[in-house]
């Protein structure tokens, strides 16, 4: 239990210093789009920070999912 949860507590540490950087970097970004979603568009927003919290979210739920998969051990 101790290090499932020293798993989780490092999986949202490094992903929240990665997305800390990921802000800090793209402020002088000049490419922007809007995205679709399923009933409204959102704000102008970076290319690259859309595709930095895509890699960010798959990383973190990723991690958190390989966390609960249970191991048979033999």
Same mark, same amino acid.
């Given at each position: 239990?101790?290090?499932?949860? /020293?798993? @989780? %507590? $490092?999986? #949202?540490?490094? &992903?929240?210093? +990665? #997305?800390?950087?990921?802000?800090?970097?793209?402020?002088?970004? &000049?490419? /922007?789009?809007? $995205?679709?979603? $399923?009933?409204?568009?959102?704000? !102008? +927003? *970076? @290319?690259? =920070? #859309?595709?930095?919290?895509? =890699?960010?979210?798959? %990383? !973190?739920?990723?991690? $958190?999912?390989?966390?609960?998969? *249970?191991? &048979? /051990? /033999?």
């Amino acid at each position: 239990m101790i290090s499932q949860l /020293k798993k @989780v %507590t $490092l999986a #949202i540490l490094i &992903n929240g210093f +990665l #997305i800390i950087g990921l802000i800090l970097t793209i402020q002088n970004s &000049n490419h /922007k789009t809007r $995205l679709n979603l $399923l009933f409204f568009e959102t704000i !102008l +927003l *970076p @290319v690259s =920070f #859309i595709a930095g919290i895509s =890699f960010l979210s798959g %990383t !973190l739920s990723g991690s $958190l999912l390989a966390i609960y998969i *249970p191991i &048979n /051990k /033999k």
